[in-house]
């Protein structure tokens, strides 16, 4: 039996890029409009997020903006994140301080799922093995170094796990490393299956077409994961999540009320 209670997901701000960032070779000079988002799951035993989007500073202060953001990384510039697209508001909003959040589950460690650990680093965070291995070893520029301090209650994991009772980690690599997606089973609805950025369109799923962005070109990687997680959603009855598809995410956002 699940252990989840509520799932909502949490807007944290938005990234306008060229669609070949997210659809592999498809979408060139078509500008899109991508949600960054993280998922608070509250469960019986406590309260969980999938990742954590952006450092707020980084976005925000001029220094900090012109030495993270002002590269060729970055043709298309930083995302856009308000003060009330903060997690900790978004939280508050609910009634909740980020000291009420117990675990934090980073599909992966770029900057726009793993900068806001600085507001949550009070909590366990469970990451993958390679995911780690891969981030501090700078894999690629998507990975800011001081997003990930040694100094965090660092929970590493190798392989697939239960992180409570209906909530399983998936692997999903080939965008990063050690990316993971996540299976929630609901009190009342059909389970989620979080994508992560193993899809971060519909159109990832559908046409089964890699993220633009892949560790070590490994294309071939990403496909297989999305074909995994097709099958777990038939196995399953799960509706599959994408993670930067605004139109999938304006047709789910209740925020702040709730999914059960």
């Not at 009070?122 to 040694?150: G, K, M, P």
């Not at 993971?180 to 059909?190: C, H, N, V």
């Not at 046409?207 to 038939?234: F, N, T, V, Y």
């Not at 196995?235 to 993670?243: I, S």
């Amino acid at each position: 039996m699940t252990c989840v209670k509520k799932f909502w997901p949490l807007l944290t701000g938005t990234h306008r890029y060229e669609k070949t960032l997210s659809t592999r070779g498809r979408g060139h000079n078509q500008m899109i409009d991508a949600p960054i988002l993280a998922y608070l799951i509250e469960t019986t035993n406590g309260r969980i997020l999938y990742d954590v989007g952006c450092d707020y500073a980084k976005i925000t202060t001029p220094d900090l903006r012109k030495q993270y953001y002002d590269n060729p990384a970055f043709a298309f510039g930083p995302p856009t994140m308000t003060e009330e697209q903060r997690l900790p508001q978004r939280l508050a909003t609910l009634g909740l301080q980020p000291t009420d959040i117990d675990l934090v589950f980073i599909g992966h460690l770029h900057f726009d799922h793993a900068g806001g650990l600085c507001e949550m680093c009070h909590a366990d965070i469970h990451v993958q093995a390679q995911e780690l291995t891969a981030a501090r070893a700078q894999a690629d520029e998507a990975y800011f170094a001081d997003d990930f301090s040694a100094d965090y209650h660092w929970r590493v994991h190798t392989g697939e796990y239960d992180v409570a009772a209906g909530i399983r980690a998936i692997e999903s690599p080939g965008h990063t490393a050690g990316h993971m997606s996540m299976l929630i089973e609901l009190p009342k609805g059909a389970p989620i299956l979080l994508c992560g950025d193993a899809a971060d369109l519909r159109e990832n799923i559908d046409d089964e077409i890699a993220p633009g962005l892949c560790w070590h070109d490994r294309s071939d990687m990403a496909i297989a994961s999305i074909r995994k997680l097709k099958q777990l959603a038939a196995e399953t009855g799960a509706e599959l999540w994408p993670n930067h598809d605004m139109t999938f995410f304006n047709a789910r956002n209740r925020f702040p009320n709730f999914f059960d």
